[in-house]
């Protein structure tokens, strides 16, 4: 048995599906039982959180978990669907440290809100920045200019007026 079929069996209730995600055994969870689903994972021997992904499907979105057993040498996928006008759904920090900067990274490139994070905020983009260039609705035709400001704070403008010469 897998790790996603254990996790269905000690869950039914939370694992919607199992399958594979390449080689990996995934098991897609109810948004508002993944906190449960991560933590009996990590009871399971998965000790580490390695990557967190979001994919907007233009209807809805996913965000992917991949976690890693070191003592087991075992691969899980953790998969939930999140509603396309509300894209939400517990941190896993309080699980996983790591969970940080991957969430963060997720909401900055996606807009995926991760609730009960202790500092979602743009990690890669400037604070100003309009919109998450990794969602299908991501305008692609307005120019975002960043330049730092007299304080040293990014400053994003849509019409490059940041971009003239301070003296």
């Known amino acids: 048995m897998n790790a996603a079929e254990e996790l269905k069996n000690i869950l039914p209730d939370a694992v ?18 993944l906190q449960e689903a991560a933590k009996k994972a990590q009871e399971l021997g998965f000790d580490q959180l390695s990557v967190i992904t979001g994919v907007d499907y233009g209807d809805r979105f996913e965000v992917i978990y991949n976690l890693f057993s070191y003592e087991n040498k075992h691969n899980l996928v953790l998969k939930v669907i999140l ?12 699980l996983w ?28 983009l400037p604070e ?3 919109g998450h260039p990794l969602r299908k609705d991501y305008d692609m035709e307005t120019e975002q200019f960043v330049t730092i400001g007299r304080d040293g704070d990014d400053v994003v403008s849509t019409d490059g007026s940041n971009l003239l010469r301070r003296k």
């Open 97 to 124: 440290k790591g969970a940080d900067w991957l969430e963060r990274e997720t909401y900055d490139l996606m807009g995926i809100k991760f609730t009960g994070h202790p500092d979602l905020t743009r990690i890669l």
């Open 83 to 94: 509603d396309h006008d509300k894209p939400e759904v517990d941190s896993l920090t309080t």
């Open 16 to 33: 919607t599906e199992i399958g594979k995600q390449g080689k990996k055994p995934q098991a897609t969870v109810k948004k508002e039982r």
């Open 128 to 130: 100003g920045w309009n």
